[in-house]
């Protein structure tokens, strides 16, 4: 689908407003200035500001019924079934981490997405692997995000 600016606008903005809201639920942190609200209300000004330059400069275009057009890669199959797979991708990731860990889930979903993609086995496997590990050593220890499941490096 291709959306005119100003549509493109209005759901940003709802997007932008929904982000920064939702940031009034996270609890602060003690004795610090910023905590676990500060990206999220970041995020959701950025949001609102984008939105407001968007529909702006459709206002300014004249662009004022939206409208939504069908493109082309959405009449191909196989790009819209790699759509569905990242979206199922990412709902068997939030629901099966908790259970099968971080490595248990990432790495067949990267493997399966890069085969989807066609990227050939030997190429994928190895890819997916040194992707999870590259991951978790950002994320788990660099950053000290706790991501699911068992921690499997052990340095």
Do not use: H
Request: aromatic share 10%.
């Amino acid at each position: 689908m291709k959306a005119n600016t100003f549509l493109l606008g209005l759901v940003m903005l709802f997007a932008g407003l929904a982000v920064f809201a939702s940031s009034w639920l996270f609890s602060p942190l003690p004795n610090q200035s910023y905590g676990s609200d500060t990206m999220p209300r970041l995020v959701g000004c950025l949001g609102i500001v984008i939105a407001c330059a968007l529909i702006i400069e459709a206002r300014y275009q004249g662009q004022r019924a939206p409208r939504l057009e069908i493109l082309e890669w959405l009449r191909d199959p196989r790009r819209v079934a790699g759509m569905l797979a990242t979206i199922a991708g990412v709902l068997a990731y939030v629901l099966l981490s908790d259970q099968l860990g971080f490595p248990g889930v990432a790495f067949p979903l990267v493997f399966a997405l890069m085969v989807l993609a066609g990227t050939r086995v030997v190429v994928a496997l190895p890819a997916a692997a040194m992707a999870v590990v590259v991951v978790y050593l950002i994320f788990g220890r660099l950053l000290m995000v706790p991501l699911p499941g068992p921690d499997f490096l052990y340095f």
